[in-house]
């Protein structure tokens, strides 16, 4: 089974923090995948990638970027950190045919 | 712009009371429609994907159909275990291939 890895279950960072959260996938996938999850909100897509070093905006890009150096690796940065990226944060990747496979989810607190 | 909207937003159900979830979508050529279920705190689970209208697909005591414009997921005599949360995803043939996704709908199946 494919498997997705988030680095971390929960974070508390402070406002103005540059935030850091891993991704790692171990099935040489090429799409990888970063979500936010808020209530009455679903699912929205923020950045993915299709390959190492490329990546593309989603919906809701702003304040974030994004790093894949390496295939198996997908990091999401907040560049300053704030409120409201208070938020639950799904990475996924995918091989272009069944969907994707998530990872756990990271739930950031910003305060 | 490609749209998922699921209702209803909650449902409650008894134990062996069945019911369907509705996911109506708007995409421009449908590459795959997806279902997930997503326990509180984790990240979702791939259930199905389906292709094309007319298309079923069981598992257990669920069954996921498809139109030309809306996606059913019937649960069938419902366990509490069955009680989650179940997302639809759309998946378009052109444009960029990240899934869109509903909101979802919260089920809880009481003893």
């Known amino acids: 089974d494919v498997k997705v890895t988030q680095s971390s279950r929960y974070l508390v960072k402070r406002t103005g923090e540059k935030v850091f959260l891993e991704c790692v996938q171990d099935m040489d996938h090429e799409n990888m995948f970063w979500y936010r999850q808020d209530p009455g909100l679903g699912l929205r897509l923020i950045y993915f990638?299709?390959?190492?070093?490329?990546?593309e905006k989603g919906d809701i890009p702003e304040g974030y970027s994004v790093s894949r150096e390496k295939k198996e690796r997908f990091s999401l940065i907040l560049e300053s950190a704030s409120t409201n990226q208070t938020s639950m944060y799904l990475c996924a990747s995918d091989e272009g045919t069944y969907g994707y496979t998530f990872g756990s989810g990271t739930r950031l607190t910003v305060v | 712009e490609d749209q998922v909207t699921q209702s209803p937003e909650a449902l409650r159900l008894q134990e062996g009371e069945s019911s369907s979830l509705n996911c109506s979508y708007t995409v421009s050529g449908l590459r795959g429609l997806f279902w997930y279920r997503q326990d509180p705190g984790k990240g979702p689970e791939f259930l199905f994907t389906l292709y094309s209208a007319g298309e079923e697909k069981e598992k257990e005591r669920l069954k996921a159909t498809l139109t030309k414009k809306e996606s059913f997921l019937h649960i069938t005599a419902p366990k509490p275990e069955d009680s989650a949360t179940y997302l639809c995803?759309?998946?378009?043939?052109?444009?960029?291939?990240?899934?869109?996704f509903g909101s979802g709908t919260r089920l809880q199946v009481q003893p």
């Open positions: 995803a759309v998946q378009a043939y052109t444009g960029r291939r990240a899934l869109t």
């Open positions: 990638s299709y390959d190492v070093k490329m990546k």
